[in-house]
């Protein structure tokens, strides 16, 4: 079963391994991080990640300012182009999303822009390092996700915009896409366990059966999908499960449900959370 990356704990590991290098104790390749050339130590600046290297830092895949603005833009337009194809757009509604739009991705870069010149200017060090961790790390993760989805500024011009005929439309075209997908995950969660807990067809069908009418899909898929999926298994009860998989494979299944018990706190901190109508 895939276990949750601490981020924090892994960005600290990487921040005292650089110490270490630093001050001679290790050997390293380049890691993209820092420069290990034959350097004094105080021309390396004691910074943990060069202000060069920050873009890299924030928008991972993307790189920098121009990449990260290039899927901001890309995925704006996929959004727009669903809701052409479901319920049709006029010109002034297009006009009034790519404006909503463009102002989620303004509002972005500003903060990123805010953030950047507070590290450069704090040059925090390994102890301070904590602290700008938590104006990074929401970064990190909007860059990951998206500025689109619920609660943004995009999705409420989105549902004034639209005429109650639209909203309708694209509503049941979006229960219907959430449903499929969501299937989709539990079967392959159900899959993945078929690995571990040999399971018949009968058996396989009436676990993703279960999973569908005792639990509610995300209100985003994303990244913590399977994180998502475990934490729902892990709210079916046990003996729903005995009945569908009895004896040891039993065992094995309802232990398997469990793991993703201790998920929930951090769904909640990523915004994550079973879709309920006050989500449209």
């Known amino acids: 079963m895939p276990i949750i990356p601490h981020r ?56 920098d300012v121009p990449g990260q603005r290039a899927a901001f833009e890309n995925k704006l337009e996929v959004n727009i182009e669903m809701l052409r194809q479901t319920c049709g757009l006029t010109d002034e509604q297009e006009r009034k999303l790519r404006l909503a739009g463009e102002l989620e991705m303004r509002r972005f870069f500003l903060r990123y822009q805010k953030v950047k010149d507070h590290y450069i200017q704090s040059k925090p060090n390994q102890n301070e390092f904590n602290e700008i961790w938590q104006l990074i790390e929401p970064l990190q993760q909007q860059a990951q996700a998206g500025l689109f989805g619920a609660g943004s500024t995009y999705k409420h011009v989105a549902r004034n915009a639209l005429k109650e005929n639209q909203l309708k439309a694209h509503r049941e075209v979006e229960r219907q896409r959430r449903e499929f997908r969501y299937r989709a995950l539990v079967e392959m969660y159900v899959m993945m366990l078929d690995e571990h807990a040999t399971l018949t067809a009968p058996q396989r069908d009436g676990l993703v059966d279960l999973l569908l009418t005792s639990t509610a899909p995300p209100n985003e898929f994303g990244q913590y999908d399977q994180t ?3 934490y729902q298994a892990s709210t079916v009860g046990p003996e729903q499960i005995r009945e569908l998989v009895d004896g040891p494979i039993g065992e094995i299944v309802v232990g398997a449900f469990r793991m993703g018990r201790g998920y929930e706190r951090h769904l909640e901190s990523q915004g994550i959370h079973p879709f309920s109508e006050d989500d449209e």
């Open 228 to 230: 998502y999926i475990m």
């Open 8 to 63: 924090r704990q892994h960005i600290a590991a990487a921040a005292a391994l650089v110490v270490l290098v630093a001050s001679g104790g290790v050997r390293a390749e380049d890691d993209g991080w820092l420069e290990f050339e034959e350097k004094p130590q105080q021309q390396q600046d004691q910074w943990l990640v060069q202000p060069e290297h920050f873009d890299q830092w924030v928008f991972q895949n993307a790189r």
